[in-house]
């Protein structure tokens, strides 16, 4: 039957298979992943990091929360005022490309851990990615260096903030 079936095809049919056009979007690289956006490329990264790649680490809190930075080839800046096409070839870093593949927390996470520098959790993320940027820039920030840090903490975590990143810029030691 099958071999029936094969000898009814149209000579050519083979000709007639038109391969599907690639489709056309925005290449991201993210966590070190490659990614291709085929939708609005207008969309924020915060909405496609969060909606289409459930990627929830990075959080919505409102213009100027902090609790939505992502590191854009180094830099903190917050994912709700990105547009995923001004963010094509660069490197985005979210909370989750922090750790080690093996589960090893970054010493900054481990430090926040060590100084339970931690309350609801939700500014937590934007904490972590505002000082990984900090730490680049200045290995041994002061106490200002980190106010002045564009996040917020609604649960008056600030001062073991403090304590977790000049633990983490000590190498672990408080
Ligand atoms: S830990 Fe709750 S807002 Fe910062």
Not at 66 to 89: E, H, N, R
Not at 129 to 150: E, F, N, V, Y
Request: net charge neutral; hydrophobic share 35%; glycine share 12%.
């Amino acid at each position: 039957m099958a071999q029936a079936q094969a000898r009814d095809l149209p000579s050519g049919s083979e000709e007639n298979i038109v391969p599907e056009k690639i489709r056309e979007g925005v290449d991201l690289l993210i966590n070190g992943e490659r990614f291709r956006h085929t939708g609005d490329p207008k969309m924020p990264l915060l909405w496609y990091l969060r909606d289409v790649l459930r990627l929830t680490g990075t959080k919505y809190g409102g213009e100027h929360s902090g609790a939505d930075l992502v590191l854009v080839d180094g830099k903190a800046v917050p994912a709700l005022g990105q547009t995923v096409a001004s963010l094509a070839g660069k490197r985005i870093t979210t909370v989750e490309g922090m750790a080690a593949t093996d589960g090893t927390l970054h010493p900054l996470q481990q430090a926040f851990v060590d100084e339970d520098a931690i309350g609801c959790g939700y500014c937590t993320p934007g904490w972590l990615i505002a000082a990984l940027d900090l730490l680049g820039r200045k290995p041994h920030p002061t106490d200002d260096d980190i106010d002045q840090l564009p996040v917020l903490c609604r649960c008056g975590c600030q001062t073991r903030v403090r304590r977790a990143i000049k633990r983490a810029a000590n190498g672990g030691k408080s």
